[in-house]
């Protein structure tokens, strides 16, 4: 479903933590790795089940010196959830936590090499649903966020305080009757921010503290308010499957009017094998407080940037086979308002910027299964090979110097991936990556701007991950370019070479 904030679509992630083990009440996994650049991580998950009640917990931590200067980090997550589910309904809770702190090499400008950075986040999201043919659920979230940003390490001068929370409810209904599967739904989101610098400005007695930082202040807010309505429905009929929705919205930041994001997607299955499919949506995308407001020695914000909207259709077709698996799929996004970071010239600050873009690509995905094809006893595992391309063209905008990031794309990516077995439970994954990015990053010279601008060009990397695979624990190794290779990619960040981790994982 199109909407707001669902410009380039929808991802749900589903952590290994919260799958459920039939086939006992508790397991526990973990992994602790180790290499290269004094890099350590170590993760744990555990799962319990009883009667209708469903319980995981996952936590991890990393820190690493950094293959490059100034790209150390540490920081670590944790998440739990409960579940229950009834025979009327379902219940679900779920509570997280992140924490990293970071050396952020040239992030927003490549004038100043020593940016740091440090954020947390905090969610608990809830969810109810019922069961029957008229099947109701309602959710609410919570996420607050803190960001601590300094543009030299150790230095107050260009340093940000941030501090956002997101407020979310919804409630939806589906039925499923002899025409389909019809869906409908509310959904309200309050978005509000403190900062040193994002917003507006705040009187002096209505300034707020900064949490374990004396003497600074949040002197900026701002706030807005996000409702929306949606109606959905899927219809299956023989081999074809169709599914309309149209979502109504509403923004108090924008002009307080309702925009209307219609969707459709068409497929057919002529066959077991084959799945041919079509696709139309309309989305949007507002700009960030970032992208609004945020104001520094390398960057300007830009209070009169309008929503992000996109039309996008997409065709494709999909082959499944047990030895061979293939997928083909093209798209064309026509967007408006589209958001970027632009230099003028070559010792401009960084500007958010909007302009009109036309978006082409193709992507296609196969992948071999020898041990089905050439049976077991041979040591081919699977061949997988991907490839998508790229293309876009700025139909309207401003003349500039460098793009940050919408003109900085990858043109062409060649994924091959090869994993075999070695020798008895020893088994290899080889990778081969080639990419040409557009754009070109800019050249400084003691550490001072100059006209040059040098093309990103192609680049080949070659990587292997080595897997001894017992019952209830791997030990495994990740060499990551083998070749050594070394280039300049986005934000002027040199990429490290060789790199080497290893660590051992269990499963009980």
């Known amino acids: ?46 799962d319990w089940q009883h009667k209708g009640w469903f319980a995981s917990a996952s936590g991890s931590y990393q820190r690493s010196d950094g293959a490059v200067s100034n790209s150390d980090f540490k920081g670590g997550k944790g998440y739990g959830r409960v579940a229950y589910a009834a025979p009327a309904f379902d219940a679900d809770l779920q509570l997280g936590a992140t924490a990293n702190d970071f050396g952020a090499n040239t992030f927003y400008a490549a004038a100043y090499p020593n940016q740091w950075e440090a954020t947390r986040r905090y969610l608990i999201a809830a969810r109810v649903a019922t069961k029957g043919r008229i099947a109701l659920s309602g959710q609410a979230s919570w996420l607050r966020s803190t960001d601590h940003f300094q543009l030299t390490r150790g230095s107050s001068a260009g340093e940000n305080f941030h501090r956002t929370d997101v407020l979310g409810v919804g409630v939806n209904a589906h039925t499923r009757w002899t025409g389909g599967t019809t869906t409908l739904g509310v959904d309200l ?34 706030d807005r308010t996000n409702f929306s309505c949606f109606a959905e429905h899927n219809v299956v009929w023989r081999q074809f499957s169709l599914s309309l929705g149209v979502m109504a919205e509403r923004n108090s930041a924008v002009d307080g009017q309702f925009r209307f994001y219609p969707g459709a997607d068409l497929s057919y299955r002529p066959n077991h094998f084959w799945r041919i499919y079509a696709s139309f949506n309309r989305s949007m995308r507002l700009p960030s407080f970032t992208d609004l407001w945020y104001k520094s020695p390398t960057q300007q914000g830009n209070a009169g940037l309008r929503p992000e909207e996109c039309t996008a259709v997409s065709v494709g077709a999909d082959f499944t086979h047990r030895v061979l698996s293939l997928k083909l799929k093209g798209h064309y996004q026509r967007g408006t308002n589209m958001i970027d970071w632009i230099m003028r010239s070559p010792n401009d600050i960084y500007h958010a910027a909007s302009f009109s873009l036309d978006n082409f690509g193709l992507g296609l995905d196969a992948r071999c299964h020898f041990d089905a094809w ?70 400084f010279e003691g550490g ?35 070749t050594n290779h070394r280039y300049v990619d986005l934000a002027n960040v040199k990429q490290p070479g060789f790199l080497l981790l290893g660590g051992v ?3 009980l």
């Not at 705040?202 to 003497?215: K, Q, S």
């Not at 701007?449 to 080949?460: I, K, N, S, V």
Request: aromatic fraction near 10%; proline fraction near 4%.
């Open 189 to 222: 989101r309050e978005e509000d921010i403190y900062s040193t610098n994002l917003g507006y400005p705040l009187p002096d007695n209505g300034m707020v503290g900064v949490p374990g930082h004396a003497g600074k202040l949040y002197t900026h807010q701002a």
């Open 374 to 443: 050439l049976g077991t006893r041979q040591p081919l595992q699977q061949l997988t090979v991907s490839y998508a391309w790229l293309h876009q063209n700025r139909r309207k905008g401003e003349a500039y110097f460098k793009s940050n990031y919408a003109m900085e794309y990858l043109r062409h990516k060649l994924v091959v991936q090869l994993s075999h077995r070695i020798v008895s439970k020893l088994n290899a994954q080889w990778s081969l990556r080639l990419q040409q990015r557009e754009g070109a990053w800019q050249v």
């Open 448 to 482: 001072k701007p100059t006209a040059e601008l040098r093309p990103y060009g192609t680049q080949a990397l070659l990587d292997c991950k080595l897997n001894w695979q017992e019952k209830h624990w791997a030990v495994f190794a990740d060499l990551s370019n083998l």
């Open 1 to 46: 479903m199109a909407g707001s904030q669902a410009f380039s679509g929808a991802i749900n992630v589903i952590t290994r933590g919260t799958q459920t083990h039939r086939d006992k009440p508790m397991s526990w996994q973990g992994r602790v790795e180790g290499g290269s650049y004094a890099t350590v991580r170590g993760e744990m998950r555990t």
């Open 505 to 507: 994982s269990f499963n």
